[in-house]
């Protein structure tokens, strides 16, 4: 078996022995131990009671052997199921270690997306002020030409009364 036997020792009187080994003939006075350590990844160890276990099961009128076992095989599968659930799981410091990578990973982010929001905004602004020069100097040129048409339009009409007149 891959579990750990956590050796207990029997304390009992003489008379406690010789009343149980009348109730359990089967029973063993060599002392078998009253729990196991089921250990998973060697990260966690979950104590079964396995003297009891076997009392019950011989309680029940199974003998002895039997149900010594069958509760080695229970404690086998529990700790196979406790290996297999528990490698599902992650310590609790890898997950803080998880979280404070994840929250450094977010921070950086955040920065990266303000940095990048700065530099667009500013480039933003750049491009308005340059389009608003643009348009400056448009309505400028428009004006010029504006100006240039009325003043030959009045010049037309003064050449055009001049004639009239004279």
């Known amino acids: 078996m891959s579990a750990a036997v956590a050796g207990i020792v029997c304390r009992r009187s003489s008379a406690a022995a010789i009343a149980h080994h009348r109730h359990f003939p089967f ?38 052997k039997h149900a010594e076992v069958i509760t080695s095989a229970i404690t086998e599968v529990l700790n196979d199921s406790l290996e297999n659930v528990s490698q599902s799981f992650v310590s609790k410091s890898d997950m803080q270690r998880s979280e404070l990578i994840q929250e450094a990973n977010l921070s950086k982010f955040k920065s990266e997306v303000q940095s990048s929001q700065e530099h667009h905004f500013s480039l933003l602004q750049r491009e308005t002020e340059k389009l608003r020069g643009d348009i400056d100097k448009m309505r400028s040129e428009l004006r010029y030409e504006i100006d240039k048409v009325t003043a030959g339009q009045r010049l037309d009409l003064n050449l055009e009364r001049g004639y009239r007149y004279s």
């Open 27 to 64: 029973y063993d006075l060599a002392c078998r131990s009253m729990s196991q350590l089921v250990k998973t990844n060697g990260k966690r160890a979950f104590l079964v009671d396995t003297l009891a276990l076997v009392r019950r099961l011989e309680g029940e009128g199974v003998p002895s």
